[in-house]
């Protein structure tokens, strides 16, 4: 028999990814210290150089900021019922929107422009997550396929856009020009300048804020909103929804219109933020790293956050790791990013099923 | 002689929860002993201790008179203890042979083990009368025919003890009619049988002896012969309890809901409801019987607008439903409201709070919250005053819903939808799974709505439900109406005939 995972809250949202967490760590000790290398000193370069310094702090947040975006986007589908893996695509798509938007209506004032890139990339992201979204909803096609081959169309798409129609004619890179001055959303140590107080530059920019602002709003949505109640219903009990007047389908596009949305988020920060043009695979991967992200944050907003900041730390950290101790390279850094999605994400069952059954063998059943 | 089982002082806690209390069970071999009582009294625990699933806190268990320590369902097996579970412990996939060998396949080649099943499977067959054809596929035998395959597996393991929970559940009454056949043979050749269920006909029909737990404790062992159903309910509940509800004649009014040669067919394709016609009057309930699976649950489906029929019309309160309002939203908003057959799938959330279970199909409600946002304390402070007046335990909007028995978890879906004052009620197996306290609760609530004219179409596969409740009782068999009754003037065998499609023309 099946024992139900039943805990207190604070053991399902604090206890158990605390206990993925520090067992990723002692099985990625385990990898350095097979290398020869001291696991202590390692991580006491990866803490420092991601939170030690303001620079450091800053990159950190940075990151924070584009894994709070993607983890959201998953979330959001999640409760939905839906595995989107189409963050890449959809955050692709978003700069795409930003490009379009921004080199085009350069003639506006600041004030106006960023508020349009921002929604530019929104309703991009939205529009490379509805079609998926539809198939999913009135033909059955299985979201986990096609969000997978919309992140490819989506790569070729901008390749061919970049090579072929939005390069500069002068410019040998792939990339748009950049984007109009007016439309750079300022970094946190320019705004804090403003105020007289002086922080270490890094790409750290105020698009934190608008993450932090769409955490709250998922909250609200989820948690709180009519609509969340309907996508919740949807993805906990298809059948219910039916019963209760909900159409699945309706919700099921609605749920990846919001995804795709939040997934654009992410171009918002690194183009808008930081790069100030178009450019070839700015995504990195990180509408990938989402995925790990809401399994930790049991998508759940907050959760999310904790473990957007868990996953700076590490991509920070990490890359002053590989800087500071040589052997330690760039893809043993990756390796120990790929432990913690393993433990955070895969394997998070596995310490859910043994947390359960310690606090909770006495209630289990009754009869 | 000793007896097949004893159980002495038996003890089981989980947690603050004190499933079983000193628990003392003699069982004679050789007889048919039933365990009654509502759910949470811990029948099942008691069993799960016998067949090894838990081991008690405290206490004792003979088999023929020996003490044994039972640590798992090997053990108990070894002891000669089968169980019938009620949910079947079957791979559907795979034949009859192949399931009975599952786990006792004698060695790591089949042949020989197969041999061996199939010789002993008919030497079964003979002596108790249990044929099946041992080459089928267990998943396309009927549901009575899969349940002799779990008795089989449980002979063929060498249960001279058999243990069967709420095996009646599942079956048709002829079915569950076989089956007690086949428990008086198996009780003829020596077995013991223990039998857990709730119906208090099946226990006064079959058993020798009763037992009744309440709370965790065992109240009474009775000989069934010197009991009767009044007396074991009281036992279970601890107060008197009225098996049928009173309700006083009455003259319906206006016809509220006519349905029209309607006829649906499911997602599949295969007809399900052909051709139905039926009318409800304002403070009327009739009440379909029949056979779970002829089409009882897609009328109601289709009623509600969670189905398209393919032909046929609805009209409420004289007025034609157009197709494209045919949905649950706006049947809901014109007050035909619908209490699901299966809650768990369709009337709530499981794994919801309370409060969000029971604003499920009106979350667009302008009342329960302000613009796009739901008002929590409010939805909190509304299920909190239903509680008290469905008489809900725990009283705890919070709770998950899923944390709720089954008569509680109905009382928080019947409140939803008796509280926005129905027209039309829809009512589906209104006490499936609920305990006897908690019918007569149901029952009432049911009259009084009737009472007060509301049109109710109620479809249970309970008889005396249908017998108690109706006004009128239609029958479907086939996804056909086979008949019209008036409670007064019919029976069960006459019920039973139409249900299974004899219909008055054909007679």
Not at chain 1, 188 to 201: K, L, R, S
Not at chain 2, 23 to 28: D, G, I, P, Y
Not at chain 2, 338 to 359: K, T
């Amino acid at each position: 028999m099946s024992a139900p995972l039943e805990m207190p809250k604070w053991a399902d949202t604090i206890l158990v990814p605390a206990i993925s967490v520090v067992a990723a760590f002692l099985m990625a000790g385990l990898v350095v210290l097979s290398i020869g290398e001291n696991p202590i000193t390692a991580t006491r370069w990866l803490l420092q150089g991601s939170l030690g310094t303001g620079e450091g702090l800053g990159f950190t947040l940075f990151y924070m900021t584009d894994f709070i975006f993607v983890g959201l986007a998953v979330a959001v589908a999640f409760h939905a019922g839906l595995f989107n893996i189409g963050g890449e695509g959809q955050a692709t798509l978003g700069g795409l929107g930003i490009a379009l938007a921004l080199n085009n209506l350069s003639f506006l004032p600041g004030f106006l422009l960023i508020p349009i890139g921002i929604l530019a990339a929104a309703a991009f992201g939205a529009f490379w997550a509805a079609i998926p979204g539809y198939l999913q909803a009135k033909r059955g096609s299985h979201i986990v396929i096609t969000t997978i081959m919309f992140n490819w169309l989506a790569s070729v798409l901008v390749v061919y856009l970049l090579v072929n129609v939005l390069r500069e004619p002068q410019s040998m890179n792939p990339e748009t020009r950049a984007f109009p001055e007016q439309a750079y959303i300022p970094f946190m140590h320019e705004v804090f300048a403003v105020f007289g107080i002086e922080i270490p530059p890094s790409q750290l920019n105020l698009t934190l804020v608008l993450a932090l602002a769409a955490a709250y709003f998922v909250w609200l949505l989820i948690y709180r909103s009519r609509l969340g109640y309907a996508i919740r219903v949807v993805g906990a009990n298809p059948t219910a929804a039916v019963y209760a007047g909900i159409s699945p389908a309706r919700i099921i596009i609605i749920a990846m219109v919001l995804s795709g949305a939040l997934a654009g988020g992410l171009a918002v920060n690194e183009l808008m933020g930081y790069q100030h043009r178009l450019l070839l695979e700015f995504t990195s991967g990180y509408g990938f790293v989402g995925i790990a992200v809401a399994l930790m944050g049991r998508a759940h907003p907050v959760g999310i956050v904790l473990a957007s900041l868990l996953f700076g730390i590490l991509y920070q950290g990490g890359a002053e790791l590989a800087f500071e101790q040589p052997n330690i390279t760039r893809d043993m850094v990756v390796v120990i990013g790929g432990i913690i999605i393993l433990f955070a994400g895969a394997l998070d069952g596995l310490f859910r099923r043994l947390v359960a059954q310690m606090l909770a063998r006495p209630k289990l059943a009754r009869a | 002689m000793s007896p097949a089982i004893e159980l002495i002082a038996i003890n089981k806690r989980f947690g603050d929860v004190h499933a079983n209390k000193d628990v003392n069970l003699t069982v004679e071999r050789g007889t048919i002993h039933g365990i009654v009582g509502e759910n949470g009294a811990g029948k099942s625990t008691l069993m799960s201790i016998l067949y090894g699933f838990y081991e008690a806190d405290a206490g004792e268990v003979r088999v023929n008179g020996k003490p044994i320590a039972i640590r798992s369902p090997i053990d108990a097996i070894c002891a000669g203890i089968g169980m019938v579970h009620q949910h079947f412990m079957l791979v559907e996939p795979l034949t009859v042979v192949e399931n009975v060998m599952l786990g006792a396949e004698g060695g790591r080649f089949l042949r020989a083990g197969e041999a061996k099943v199939r010789t002993e499977l008919a030497r079964l067959a003979k002596e108790y009368g249990l044929e099946i054809d041992v080459d089928a596929i267990v998943g396309e035998l009927s549901v009575g025919l899969q349940q002799r395959v779990e008795i089989l597996k449980a002979l063929y393991r060498g249960a001279d003890i058999l243990i069967l929970d709420e095996p009646t559940a599942v079956l048709t009454p002829p079915e569950a009619d076989a089956l007690f056949n086949l428990l008086r043979s198996l009780k003829e050749q020596g077995k013991t049988v223990i039998l857990i269920t709730h119906k208090l006909r099946e226990i006064m029909a079959i058993t020798d002896c009763v037992s009744v737990m309440r709370r965790g404790e065992m109240v009474a062992t009775v000989e069934t012969a010197n009991t009767s159903p009044p007396e074991l309910a009281e036992l279970m509940v601890g107060r008197r309890v009225l098996l049928q509800v009173e309700k006083a004649e009455k003259s319906p009014g206006r016809p509220l809901l006519e349905i029209e040669k309607l006829s649906v067919v499911d997602t599949r394709g295969v007809l399900r409801v052909a051709n139905a016609s039926l009318t409800v009057h304002a403070g009327e309930i009739v009440g379909i019987a029949g056979v779970a699976g002829n089409g009882q649950s897609e009328l109601l489906e289709a009623i509600a607008g969670m189905r398209r029929p393919i032909l046929g019309s609805v009209r409420l309160g004289g007025r034609e439903i157009r197709p494209s309002e045919h949905n649950p939203h706006q049947m809901r908003e014109i007050g035909l409201l619908h209490v699901p057959e299966d809650r768990l799938r369709m009337g709530l959330v499981p794994s919801f709070a309370a409060f969000e279970s029971a604003i499920l199909g009106f979350s667009h409600e302008g009342r329960l919250g302000h613009g796009p946002i739901l008002d929590h304390d409010r939805l909190i402070a509304d299920l909190s005053a239903k509680m008290e007046q469905y008489d809900v335990r725990p009283p705890a909007p919070r709770l998950k819903t899923s944390k709720f028995s089954g008569g509680n978890q109905q009382k928080i879906v019947l409140a939803r939808e008796i509280e926005r004052n129905p027209k039309v009620l829809l009512v589906g197996q209104p006490t499936r799974g609920v305990d006897i306290g908690a019918i007569e609760f149901i029952h009432r609530r049911l009259i009084a709505l009737r009472d007060a004219g509301v049109a109710i179409l109620l479809v249970s596969v309970e008889l005396d439900e249908i017998m108690n409740l109706s006004d009128r009782i239609l029958t479907m068999c086939g996804g056909q109406i086979t008949g019209e009754r008036k409670p007064s003037e019919t029976n069960e065998q006459d019920l039973g005939l139409l249900m299974a499609g004899v219909t008055d023309e054909a007679a």
